[in-house]
């Protein structure tokens, strides 16, 4: 049974681009949520979406955006990248939610120079 | 509010110690899920437990075992007989069951160092 799938790995982006990041869940999770970790902020939840629609959203600016397709793959977007920007990011996906348990992804390293 | 505590940041046994990190949580909710993720230097994290609000029963799995106590609020985990391969940062986490907070609250992590 395949894992949670983050494209790519690693990025590397310059102050002001923006940058989509790509997530497939597991065969039959409908839940995808998404999180970024930074040495200072720990792990913090961005937004998780079910059945293509956003439930929840965490505290950030409207730069992070995000979405979810019919066939539950999920990308966030970030715009007008700012250096704090850099950080892991990962995606979770549970059939249900979060209380359920999540399965992460390996994550996207972004670096914003 | 929802907080996770993890006080101890970094820890450092030799082989076949054993290790007890610690996690205290907070919340107003009766129902919530508790969890405790590992995370190798890979980046992933792993999924190691979920326990629900109700279910106070200590859990052992191998060399792992969770101590749930409601009355202190705390979960806390430990690795009888540590190995080299468990050296990870650990994050125990929260969830509640209240519509739309569907997300996990994480602590800031234990970093643990087994050396041989």
């Known amino acids: 049974k395949a894992g949670v799938t983050q494209t790519p790995r690693y990025l590397i982006k310059t102050r002001g681009q923006q940058v989509t990041l790509s997530c497939s869940p597991i065969?039959?999770?409908?839940?995808v949520s998404w999180y970024q970790q930074t040495p200072g902020q720990g792990l913090q939840f961005l937004f998780e979406?079910?059945?293509?629609?956003?439930?929840n959203k965490g505290n950030f600016p409207g730069r992070f955006s995000g979405r979810q397709f019919s066939n539950s793959r999920s990308e966030m977007n970030v715009s007008t990248l700012e250096l704090g920007d850099s950080a892991l990011y990962l995606c979770?996906?549970?059939?249900?939610?979060?209380?359920?348990?999540?399965?992460f992804g390996s994550g996207t390293r972004l670096t914003v120079v | 509010a929802q907080k996770v505590t993890q006080a101890q940041t970094e820890i450092s046994v030799v082989e076949k110690e054993d290790v007890t990190l610690d996690c205290v949580y907070e919340?107003?909710?009766?129902?919530?899920?508790l969890f405790w993720y590992k995370q190798p230097p890979s980046g992933e994290l792993v999924f190691l437990i979920r326990?629900?609000?109700?279910?106070?029963q200590n859990e052992i799995s191998g060399r792992y075992s969770w101590n749930f106590q409601k009355s202190t609020s705390s979960f806390n985990f430990t690795i009888t007989a540590s190995q080299v391969v468990d050296s990870a940062v650990y994050f125990c986490?929260?969830?509640?069951?209240?519509?739309?907070?569907?997300?996990?609250?994480f602590g800031t992590g234990t970093r643990l160092q087994v050396f041989p």
């Open positions: 979770a996906s549970s059939q249900t939610g979060a209380y359920y348990g999540y399965t």
């Open positions: 065969s039959g999770h409908r839940s």
């Open positions: 979406y079910f059945s293509e629609t956003q439930r």
């Open positions: 919340t107003r909710d009766t129902t919530y899920y």
């Open positions: 326990r629900n609000s109700f279910d106070e």
């Open positions: 986490a929260l969830s509640e069951a209240i519509k739309g907070t569907d997300k996990l609250i």
